[in-house]
């Protein structure tokens, strides 16, 4: 079946560091790619996708680019800021409909 | 244009009780998927309901059910309800493969 593996956090940085969350994933055939951020008390927004090999996916200043040969889909980001505290969730859909399958959750905590 | 909404926001049972819970999603959007989220399982797939017919469906057990109208509104029940089921239950929708939208979420807490 279909997995999804991200590193454990939490993940501490100071404002203004480098971010790296590195997410893999195992399914079959070729899966689009996503990832949601979740702020406290809040449900999931979609940050960025990609659906297939080699596109990257951006938004706000984050990035991922959907690595079919080492099945990666790592987020980057330059330059940190407090408000980017939260929980990101790497996801995969098979695209056999709408079913994500979501790693575990990287909180990331920015400090001032 | 309106996201999606969830009510209630937060819900308290005690066991054994049953639950409705109810999705409306983006106006224009047909496919309405529930999750289950969970600190120790974290989030976990329920199943998808596409033009008032169930697509997909998670590994759940029956006591887990859900239903979409011809608005494309739907809800999901549970029956008999354990203490296991305390929850957050996101409802997503989408308009085709291009990702989904999460509403907040209700709360669900089993005495």
């Known amino acids: 079946g279909n997995s999804v593996t991200q590193m454990e956090g939490p993940v501490t940085l100071s404002e203004e560091a480098f971010l790296t969350i590195n997410c893999t994933y195992t399914?079959?055939?070729?899966?689009?790619l996503f990832w949601y951020v979740q702020y406290p008390g809040e449900g999931l927004q979609l940050l960025l996708k990609?659906?297939?090999?080699?596109d990257k996916g951006s938004n706000k200043g984050f990035e991922a680019t959907y690595r079919k040969e080492t099945t990666s889909f790592h987020l980057e980001k330059g330059s940190v800021q407090v408000s980017d505290s939260a929980v990101y969730f790497c996801?995969?859909?098979?695209?056999?409909?709408?079913?994500?399958?979501f790693g575990g959750g990287t909180r990331l905590m920015v400090k001032p | 244009k309106a996201g999606v909404t969830q009510t209630p926001r937060y819900l308290i049972k005690t066991r054994g009780q049953q639950v409705t819970l109810s999705c409306s999603p983006i106006?224009?959007?047909?496919?309405v998927s529930w999750y289950q989220q969970t600190p120790g399982q974290g989030l976990q797939f329920l199943f998808e309901?596409?033009?008032?017919?169930?697509?997909n469906k998670g590994n759940f057990p029956g006591r887990f059910s859900g239903r979409q109208f011809s608005n494309s509104r739907s809800e999901m029940n549970v029956s008999t309800l354990e203490l296991g089921d305390s929850a957050l239950y996101l409802c997503?929708?989408?308009?085709?493969?291009?990702?989904?939208?999460f509403g907040p979420g209700t709360r669900l807490t089993v005495l």
């Open positions: 990609a659906t297939k090999a080699d």
């Open positions: 996801a995969l859909s098979d695209n056999a409909g709408n079913m994500l399958t």
């Open positions: 309901y596409f033009s008032e017919t169930q697509r």
């Open positions: 997503a929708s989408s308009l085709g493969q291009e990702g989904e939208f």
């Open positions: 106006s224009g959007h047909r496919s």
């Open positions: 399914a079959t055939g070729y899966p689009s």
